[in-house]
């Protein structure tokens, strides 16, 4: 009886994995928090309650910069204009016209940056009038003169600081004779590109038209998709040394007023020199910076920002990337398509399945290989198992190694598909995939099976709808293996396992990213997996908390 209970008591090997397998998760969770609490000591998120301060570097006019020392107009019309000169006037784009309103004898200067006006409505409109038709009513009263002129999105300068800067961002500014204040005259609209379908997210069904780098084109773009009064978007200014707009968007009847205070608490602690683009306040604003996974979704289609305004979350949008943001995010969102909703529900439903399974299959098939090759080969079928054997004779990699390579050959494939030149991308991509696939089953460096792994687990990345959401599951395929090739299959489930739970924990803005799977919410479920048909979707996400809960009555 002994000897029958020793004969089956595993090997060392076992235990050393079993080791391995319980003090692995435990050194991964305390490297985890030291990380966060080194890297984000300095950088801390602002309390929902604490957004009712005066927020920094934000507001609808021009802002200085820091330390930047104030000059009043002093009101004498020569003093102003020499301190404008030695202000701004080293700068060659910046044009300075001086003439004399006929009518009154006064002396005036038009102050512009040159491209940034239009010349002949300045010339026409402004100059004209000033010089041959201004009179004594056109500045009758100090602080009216901006009501009095005949001229549509004219402001007054409160300073000499103030009028110098917004002269540099665009405005002309108009310095005129007897005035106590100097005068701006916004600038046109900035010349945009044509409106275009999105390139990164194309589909068969649905509006061929995509967001441009023009703020102001993109908000008239939500608002044009159907009338609304509920339609709210605030405009701001944000950066310390460059200054770039960027717009909230909500549905004030629908949104959570919690979650909009939050988010603007976000964006009134943005500190940095210059927004280049919207994946700039992405990094800036979401939870955990030390996660693989986007807690803030980034899209080019308006139908996809109204869909999820009408949800309950909230867009932001910057002047000059045609990229919006969405919040907050859960993952199922990031593998759902607008198209989803186009077809009807049984095809809509079958798409995403799909997609659910082909990120399955895009994170874990390398992995999965490598277990059953190396440590598990007793699992596969015996005659599959037999074929597999006999195409890797020769092979002179262990299955890790060979897995790497062909991977790593992928990735750079893809990568100078993207760089390369839109008429050349795709051929080398193609032709490169197969010269390298098929040299390398000819030289015996890889197996042909491994070949069709690896060309699956690439087909099945490409057919995730976020490209974001892509790279994070090619980054966490890269570890799977690692994990694998140390471990086998107990470390592809630990692997599994570890990604589980620390999408449990992960949110975004305080909504769980796995959300209606956990915490678990039924009624959610109606748009997760599957898409239920549109005559039974009468409540929006619970997990929102919205203000209005009903879609339809």
Known sequence: MLSFVISHIPGWDVFFQAGIALLFPLAVSRLYKALYSLVGSGRAVESPGSSGKKRKGLSDAPVSPPLQARQSFSGNYTTDLQFIKSAIGRNTDLHFKEFTITRLQKQAALIYVDGMQNDRNLNLKIMQFLMFEATTDSFSASGLAGQRLPFSQLSEASDLTDFNQSVLYGYAGL??????????????????????????????????????????????????????????????????????????????????????????????????????????????????????????????????????????????????????????????????????????????????????????????????????????????????????????????????????????????????????????????????GLIIGDAAVNAGIVSPFLVIVVAVTAISSFSIPMYSAGITLRILRFVGMGFAALLGMFGTILFFLLICSHLTKLKSFGVPYLTPVSPFRARDWKDLFFRAPLTLMKRRPAMMKTQDSKRKS
């Open 175 to 432: 310095l005129i004779e007897g005035l106590p204040q100097g005068l701006l005259i916004q600038p046109p609209e900035a010349d945009s590109r044509s409106l275009d379908e999105p390139v990164s997210e194309a589909l068969l069904r649905g509006p061929r038209l995509g967001f441009s780098e023009s703020l102001n084109l993109n908000t008239s773009i939500l608002r044009r998709q159907g009338r609304s009064d509920q339609l709210e978007i605030v405009t701001h200014r944000a950066g310390n040394r460059i200054q770039k707009d960027l717009a909230i968007a909500y549905m004030k009847d629908i949104v959570n007023p919690e979650l909009l205070q939050e988010v603007e608490s976000r964006i009134s602690k943005l500190d940095i020199d210059f927004l280049a683009e919207s994946g700039y306040i992405e990094q800036l604003i979401e939870d955990n910076y030390l996660s693989p996974f986007q807690q803030v979704q980034n899209t080019e289609r308006p139908d996809r920002v109204i869909s999820a305004l009408l949800e309950g979350r909230i867009a932001i949008l910057l002047d000059g990337t045609p990229f919006a943001l969405i919040i907050p995010v859960t993952f199922s969102m990031l593998l759902q398509s607008p198209e989803d909703y186009y077809e009807r529900w049984l095809p809509g439903s079958l798409l995403r399945m799909l997609r659910f399974a082909a990120s399955f299959l895009a994170l874990m098939a390398p992995a999965l290989y490598i277990s059953f090759i190396s440590f598990h080969p007793g699992l596969i079928p015996t005659e599959l198992a037999l074929s597999i054997i006999e195409t890797r004779q020769g092979v002179p990699f262990p299955s890790v190694i060979e897995v790497l390579i062909l991977e790593i050959s992928i990735e750079i494939l893809r990568e100078a598909g993207i760089r390369l030149p839109k008429p050349v991308g795709p051929a080398m991509g193609i032709v490169g």
